[in-house]
């Protein structure tokens, strides 16, 4: 929707209102006409530094700075491999799969192997889709740490595990899961014909 301008006797109207009206809070924004004849911002003033004794722990916020979008986003915008009618179905969590792994518990390095193993005898064996359970991932990282900790190993690695040889040759698509069948914690892979 796009939104029109106000008319200066619209504006007009509008103050005399605000200026019959009470005020409940005080104002956290300035009146629309002091906003409107603003016709540059102002520079922004840097912010101060904070004092620091040696030994305190440090109570100011982590801003964040990851590059990468978020691994939801990436699998949605993923190009579609596999017939659309067949995709929906399967994101409602109408299809059900016909075999299942589950990592939970298990390290990187057990993990990979037992995924790769997995996905190739299940395609193997003629299954077309399969749910691969990574869990969402405990919450780690304490107050005052600084060094940064991404949370869910598992669930991060294995999307991309599924990209490389040798199991990507076998792969359609891989899609997070309906709740029903894991949600955020575990993933849809839809396997290609074995020929």
Same mark, same amino acid.
């Given at each position: ?8 006797? #619209? ?19 300035? $009146? ?9 911002? @102002?520079?922004?003033?840097?912010? %101060?530094?904070? /004092? ?8 100011? &916020? ?6 990468? %979008? #978020? ?5 949605? /915008? ?10 929906? &179905? ?7 799969? #016909? ?17 790769? /193993? ?17 869990? @969402?991932?405990? @919450?780690?990282?304490? $107050?005052?740490?600084? &060094? ?6 598992? @669930? ?8 490389? /040889? %040798? ?7 891989? &899609? #997070? ?19």
């Amino acid at each position: 929707m796009v939104r029109r301008r106000l008319k200066p006797e #619209e504006l007009d109207l509008w103050n005399q209102v605000a200026r019959t009206a009470e005020r409940l809070n005080p104002p956290a924004r300035e $009146p629309i006409a002091d906003v409107m004849a603003k016709k540059k911002p @102002k520079a922004a003033e840097p912010k %101060p530094i904070a /004092s620091f004794t040696l030994g305190a722990v440090s109570t100011a &916020t982590r801003e964040v700075h990851d590059v990468l %979008p #978020e691994l939801r986003d990436r699998l949605r /915008s993923a190009a579609l491999q596999m017939d659309a009618k067949s995709y929906k &179905t399967m994101q409602r969590g109408k299809i059900k799969p #016909e075999g299942r792994i589950d990592l939970h518990g298990m390290s990187v390095a057990e993990a990979h192997p037992a995924l790769i /193993s997995f996905i190739l005898m299940s395609q193997a064996s003629g299954k077309r889709l399969v749910l691969v359970i990574t869990g @969402k991932g405990g @919450k780690r990282g304490e $107050p005052g740490t600084f &060094t940064p900790q991404r949370m869910g190993a598992l @669930k991060r690695q294995v999307p991309m595990w599924l990209t490389m /040889s %040798p199991v990507s040759s076998a792969i359609l698509q891989v &899609t #997070e899961s309906h709740i029903r069948h894991g949600g955020a914690g575990a993933y849809y892979v839809y396997l290609r014909r074995a020929r």
